[in-house]
């Protein structure tokens, strides 16, 4: 790259790294079911995707629902959407031949999920994905998820590339606010949603067979700014939790 500062790529995993939402949906589904809640798990996950389990949880019952409760109806999920996905684990197109490229041209690489730890090796070690990346944040790394900053601000400073030299990759709404919430630019990957459906980002793109590094360097250059987070849109999505 002509620039000596070097450019960061980050990475939202689910949607993004693999297109798994709907085994997600799937595994909210079999929940409600279970609890008896007639909410539509993929319109759910249409609007909530990226935020933590648990947040999503808070917003389907009607009453009340202790933390402690909600995080053993998320670990419940979790076992469900293991299950199904257990043997549907695959990356998507693309993406190793993408890391290796992006490496090699120099970016710096690093995952910004949601998910545990547990949830984070699920994919990553099942796919050999892990050492692509110089940093991994997680749930646990940060106090607020999605649709807050700090998954993406954390792996910036862990990476020590400034935010304005960041791209985020995601597939849902509240991702793309938190990339911009962190001053961060945004390509949209759409495997949740259309194109129209992102508020500004850089790009859309179905899979990584559609992007190379220099495409996205290109990208960074001719739009040197990040947009500003949408506290509308961000506030319909996720219904001012």
Request: with cysteine; hydrophobic share 40%; net charge positive.
């Amino acid at each position: 790259m002509a620039d000596s500062a070097p450019y960061a790529l980050l990475f939202d995993m689910d949607g993004v790294l693999v297109d798994n939402t709907r085994y997600q949906a799937r595994a909210f589904q079999l929940l409600f079911r279970e609890h008896g809640l007639t909410t539509n798990a993929r319109r759910l996950l249409a609007r909530l995707n990226g935020m933590p389990a648990t947040n999503i949880l808070q917003t389907v019952f009607r009453h009340p629902v202790p933390k402690k409760q909600l995080e053993e109806y998320a670990s419940q999920r979790e076992f469900l959407y293991r299950t199904l996905y257990w043997n549907h684990r695959r990356e998507l197109p693309g993406l190793t031949a993408f890391l290796q490229a992006a490496r090699a041209a120099g970016f710096r690489l690093a995952l910004g999920t949601g998910s545990a730890p547990e949830t984070i090796g699920y994919i990553l070690d099942h796919l050999h994905l892990r050492s692509y990346f110089d940093v991994i944040v997680g749930k646990a790394d940060v106090p607020n998820g999605k649709p807050h900053a700090d998954t993406f601000a954390v792996a910036a400073r862990k990476l020590g590339v400034p935010p304005e030299r960041c791209v985020v990759f995601e597939d849902a709404i509240l991702g793309e606010q938190a990339a911009y919430r962190a001053r961060m630019r945004c390509i949209g990957v759409s495997t949740t949603l259309r194109a129209g459906q992102f508020q500004a980002p850089l790009t859309v793109i179905k899979d990584f067979t559609q992007l190379t590094p220099e495409q996205v360097y290109e990208l960074l250059e001719d739009t040197p700014t990040a947009p500003r987070p949408d506290k509308a849109l961000a506030r319909r999505q996720y219904m001012q939790l």
